[in-house]
């Protein structure tokens, strides 16, 4: 099985956040490549937008490096809220948590918005908007691109559907390479069908790596994958 993904549940909010590499060893690469446009691009003064911030692992690791990072961050999960509040401690000037949400994103933008009026130059989300359907995910895209500046940044780490049965053997050889190489337990399924399980009862809802370009590129991005490992993605998407 998955992880549980009952994020309102305490426990699982913990455990989740005690190991968050667990099943996903490709994490902590993606992250290490979101910081380094992050280093890069982020330009003092203005804010960034974290969707699904959760426990606030990510805000601890960039607060870590970047002194002057400004992070607005939007999760709905009292469980998941606590656990960052508590690890943010040490930042209190530099992160606001709002919670809201995500599959009513477009409605975040009404004049009673409860996000901060501040200029959002860069959005980012790790591994939360799976949760949202197709269509939710239509209309988060479009907002985040409203709520971007231009030449604004949209970062996405998440997981991408495994989409082509013929070739399951080989993501499964993978998943096994990495079991070897971090000293982990990946368990995606044992066959395609057993996957599609899987991934349906733990209510990830993961669109293909061409649906997800699709649909930033409707939205109105420049957008790219530019690191994929199996079902594990990291897009970049620039508004204009
Ligand atoms: C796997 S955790 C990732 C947390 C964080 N981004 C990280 O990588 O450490 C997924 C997070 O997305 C949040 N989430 C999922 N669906 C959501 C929704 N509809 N609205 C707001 N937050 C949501 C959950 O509450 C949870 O905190």
Redesign the pocket.
Known sequence: MLYSQN?SDPNTASE?SKD?NKYNPVRAEQLEMLLAILQDEFEPGKTML?L????G??EELIFQQMPNAQIVG????DA?MALAAERLKPYPFQFVPVK????RLPSILGPDSPLPRQRYQIVF????LH??TTEELQGAYLTVYDILEPRGWFLLVDRIAVSKPGLWNAYHSLWRLQEQQHDTAIQEGKDFDDHAAVVAASGDLPISLEQQLHLLSDAGFEADCLHLHTNRAFFAARKP
């Open positions: 994020w989740w968050a974290d699904g911030y959760g426990s692992l990510v939007v999760d709905r999960s998941m809201f949400d995500l599959t989300s790790v591994q939360a949760h949202l």
